[in-house]
């Protein structure tokens, strides 16, 4: 939650610390892979992912993002490629 709260304050590489730290801890948390891709994309929030231009079939973070999230939240990621379309 702190590194969501980073994200917010638009503070990305202290948000980036904060998930490799879960990541270290538990490396199949898939809010920490999400955290990883805002802070990549410098967004901040999980809605904005659709308005990116950057894509993110083929990106990494997103990628785990959707392999480790749970069924409903696997749905809103893979909405959020929709929105681009």
């Given at each position: 939650?702190?590194?969501f709260i980073f994200i917010k304050d638009g503070e990305f590489?202290?948000?980036d610390e904060y998930f490799?730290?879960?990541l270290d801890a538990n490396?199949?948390?898939?809010r920490a892979y999400l955290g990883k891709?805002?802070?990549s994309l410098n967004l901040k929030s999980p809605e904005k992912l659709g308005m990116s231009y950057t894509p993110l079939t083929g990106n990494?973070?997103?990628n785990k993002a959707v392999e480790y999230a749970?069924?409903?939240?696997?749905?809103?990621?893979?909405a959020q490629?929709?929105?681009r379309q």
């Open positions: 939650e702190r590194g590489s202290k948000a490799e730290r879960v490396p199949k948390n898939w891709l805002l802070c990494s973070l997103y749970p069924a409903n939240e696997k749905e809103q990621l893979l490629i929709q929105l």
